[in-house]
Structures are given as C-alpha cells and as structure tokens.
C-alpha cells in the first residue's frame, strides 16, 4: 500500500523565474578583484610597460617591446602563466623605478626562496650594481650564484623589481628576463658607469676603499670615493685597515 504523500503546491512560473534571477545577481564587493588581475600600460624607463596587478600588487610586467606592442600577446603570456582571468583597466600602474620599494607587489604565486630573492633586490638602489654572490650572500648561507640567477631569469616583474641591477662578477651585465640589450638599456637610463666596473674587475678590482671614510665599498656605492684603493676581496682590504660600508654591506666571504 502507497504511504499517503502530502500533496505538491505548483510554484509560479514568475516565481522560479525570480529565483533563477538570483543566482545571475552580482557577487559580493570587492569579489571580482580577488578573482581576476587587471592589466594597464604606463610609460617606462625605456619603453612603455604592461603591468598586471591583483588586489595584492603588482604581479606581472612586460615591456611593450616584449610583446611586441600586442595587448593580446601581453594578455595570453599573463594566462599562460597564471591561468587567473585578466581585465583591462583599473588604476594607473606604478612605473618609477626609484620609488619601487613603496610599490606593493603580488609574489604570493612564488616560492619562499624567490620572494626573498626578489625582495633583496629591491634593496639596490638606481645607478648601483651588485654581483650575483653578495645577493647570495643576502639571502641565506645555502644560496649560491647559480640559484639566485635561476630566480631572476624568472622575475615575474622586472623593471618593477631591479634585477637588471645585479651582474656578474666580473663587471660584464649576465642575462635578464627579457633580454641582455634591456638590461643594457635599463642601467644606461639609470646612469649606471657600468663600463667602470668593467674596467675594474679587468684589473682585478672588485672593491675600492677610501681613507678618507676609511670604508670599502662596491665601485657604484654612493660612498665610493675618488681617493680609493682597490682590492680583490672585502678580506684583504679589511686587512688592510677598511670596514665594509654600511651602506652597501659588501661581505668578507664574497668571492667577488
């Protein structure tokens, strides 16, 4: 025998319709841009930059030239690289370079190691260079040259975050996330005398010292002086009487 059932109440088309409405309604504030970055072009240091920010910060730049003046090119190297949704528009992206440390960045998609990679970097300041072993050396004592150099061919914002401000040891620049020439052009437009530490590290001069300050110093510090000595090692200029420059903190173990 069939259990009695209670009898069905027939819903009002117009009733169904206005709940199916809800479902189409818009999304809490503030929902939107926790899901999808947003992109904008600003002018850069040497051509126009894409920049691709998140409610975080900045996660993304290219420059024009990268993608070849191609918002959609820039659009899909964005996709391929995070698969997150990207609109147009928002807020003007920060492009100057010499406030980059008040910039906020979105480096949540990167490992620990790479975040403090790329938040050393932000510590050289325009104009200045350092070698690969002393950002190293600012990161913890099991990191080498080769790693640090592996994360910034990687950098997902250069420009933004300077890693075309570390070179090698031996004054030449090394490689860049986008190009060798950029990395050129970036330290030019900063007014870097990259060919002075060339010349330098040629005669195997990777420090100078002054005794004037009586501090030794990297040959693009602020601090450097006209009356220096130099020296292959920050060892063998604090044997001679030299302390490493507060400033940029060249480290006795560095190899150069």
Known sequence: MTPD????????DDAVTEGLATLA??????????????WARTPG????????????????????????????????????????PLLAGGPPPPSNTDRADRIRFDLSRLSAFEREVLLAVLTIPRG??????????????????????????????????????????????????LGQAVKRALLAAEG???????????????????DATGMVCFPTCSQARTDRTGFPTVTAA????YRPCAQC?????EAG
């Open 45 to 84: 240091p040497v051509c126009d930059l894409y920049v691709a920010s998140t409610h975080r910060g900045v996660i993304y730049v290219r420059t024009s030239d990268a993608v070849h003046d191609d918002d959609t090119e820039f659009t899909d190297q964005f996709h391929r690289r995070f698969a997150q």
């Open 192 to 210: 870097t005398n990259l060919g002075k530490v060339y010349a330098l590290a040629q005669l195997d001069i990777r420090y100078v010292a002054s």
């Open 25 to 38: 309604a818009n999304g809490p504030p503030g929902l939107l841009e926790r899901i999808a970055a947003r």
């Open 128 to 177: 200045q260079v350092r070698p690969y072993d002393w950002l190293a050396g600012r990161v913890g004592p099991q990191a080498t040259a080769h790693h640090v150099d592996v994360v910034l061919r990687e950098n997902p914002v250069p420009v933004l975050i300077p890693c075309h401000r570390v070179i090698n040891a031996d004054g030449t620049p090394g490689e860049h996330v």
């Open 249 to 253: 903190c060249p480290a006795p173990d």
């Open 238 to 241: 604090r044997d001679a009487g």
């Open 5 to 12: 059932r209670p009898p069905v109440t027939p819903v009002p």
